[in-house]
């Protein structure tokens, strides 16, 4: 069983940056994908932004030029790199991970941009 632990949420004013983390209790290798999900209170899941095993990386129009997706193999970790943070980017963080036959959750972490 594949655990996903988020990192790195908080508290920050808006314009600010924070720096997600995800660290996997495997390697990296054997997810064809990994991403940054986002829940916001009333809202759906929401993908944020991904990137696949060969380094691809796609985003959200809503954070396009403000978040950075990257991946460490060497440390079976994934992050997501948020500046110039506005108050509609409040939401629980999910980082995800998929297969080909499915995928893993992590438990989230809370961002929250106060005007």
């Known amino acids: 069983q594949v655990q996903l632990v988020e990192s790195g949420g908080g508290l920050v004013q808006a314009g600010g940056s924070l720096r997600l983390s995800c660290a996997a209790s495997g390697s990296l290798f054997g997810f064809n994908a990994m991403g940054w999900y986002r829940q916001a209170p009333g809202k759906q899941r929401e993908l944020v932004a991904a990137?696949?095993?060969?380094?691809?990386?796609n985003y959200a129009d809503s954070v396009k030029g403000r978040f950075t997706i990257s991946r460490d193999n060497a440390k079976n970790s994934v992050y997501l790199q948020m500046n110039s943070l506005k108050p509609e980017d409040t939401a629980v963080y999910y980082c995800?991970?998929?297969?080909?036959?499915?995928?893993?959750w992590g438990q989230g972490t809370q961002v929250t941009v106060s005007s």
């Open positions: 995800r991970a998929n297969t080909d036959v499915g995928g893993y």
């Open positions: 990137i696949t095993s060969g380094d691809s990386t």
